[in-house]
T-cell receptor, first 114, second 115 residues
Framework: AQTVTQSQPEMSVQEAETVTLSCTYDTSESDYYLFWYKQPPSRQMILVIRQEAYKQQNATENRFSVNFQKAAKSFSLKISDSQLGDAAMYFCAYRGYNNNDMRFGAGTRLTVKP | EPEVTQTPSHQVTQMGQEVILRCVPISNHLYFYWYRQILGQKVEFLVS????????KSEIFDDQFSVERPDGSNFTLKIRSTKLEDSAMYFC?????????????FGPGTRLTVL
């Protein structure tokens, strides 16, 4: 079974600085998708960024980028120029190419200090 | 921008009662999902639904749970006889055919409290 591990329960960053959230996963599949979701205090799940495993190029969305290392099964999220509104729980998620269910990590709570 | 909506935002019920959680997916989406998140824990997949039938379900989704798309717009999750451990946030999500259902858009969640 696929598992997703986020080893950092909590992280903090100074406003305008850069922070990296770690995620590793375990799978025997070769094709799959990886996601980072943000969950602010409102509890709504918001997609931050996604990566297709067959793409070697790391995904980027404005201040958010990933470091996808397929061989190491690692998928970290980098947030540049952190803003107060980035404070939230961040969940890493895995989804197999032919599957419908997503497997989530336990989450990392990010605090942004002014 | 279209979004997934869920009602109610908070439901309180007595143990043993039936509850129905409602979701309105994004209108052109064809893949529908329910997830739950027990307080302080990770988000867990419950069920996926496509072409008017369940396509996948987790071990959590036992006989107490059912899903339905009664009228072409709503997507409901029914819990027949609630237990204390059913207390959680329940998230509905939907995905488009164009993306192969791979990108899932989540609703704001329904907080279910079972007393």
């Amino acid at each position: 079974a696929q598992t997703v591990t986020q080893s950092q329960p909590e992280m903090s960053v100074q406003e305008a600085e850069t922070v990296t959230l770690s995620c590793t996963y375990d799978t025997s599949e070769s094709d799959y998708y990886l996601f980072w979701y943000k969950q602010p205090p409102s509890r709504q799940m918001i997609l931050v960024i996604r990566q297709e495993a067959y793409k070697q190029q790391n995904a980027t969305e404005n201040r958010f980028s990933v470091n996808f290392q397929k061989a190491a099964k690692s998928f970290s999220l980098k947030i540049s120029d952190s803003q107060l509104g980035d404070a939230a729980m961040y969940f890493c998620a895995y989804r197999g190419y032919n599957n419908n269910d997503m497997r989530f990590g336990a989450g990392t709570r990010l605090t942004v200090k002014p | 921008e279209p979004e997934v909506t869920q009602t109610p935002s908070h439901q309180v019920t007595q143990m043993g009662q039936e509850v129905i959680l409602r979701c309105v997916p994004i209108s052109n989406h064809l893949y529908f999902y329910w997830y739950r998140q027990i307080l302080g824990q990770k988000v867990e997949f419950l069920v996926s639904f496509y072409n008017n039938e369940i396509s996948e379900k987790s071990e959590i989704f036992d006989d107490q749970f059912s899903v339905e798309r009664p009228d072409g717009s709503n997507f409901t999750l029914k819990i027949r006889s609630t237990k204390l451990e059913d207390s959680a946030m329940y998230f509905c999500a939907s995905g488009s055919l164009r993306a192969g259902g791979n990108e899932q858009f989540f609703g704001p969640g329904t907080r279910l409290t079972v007393l």
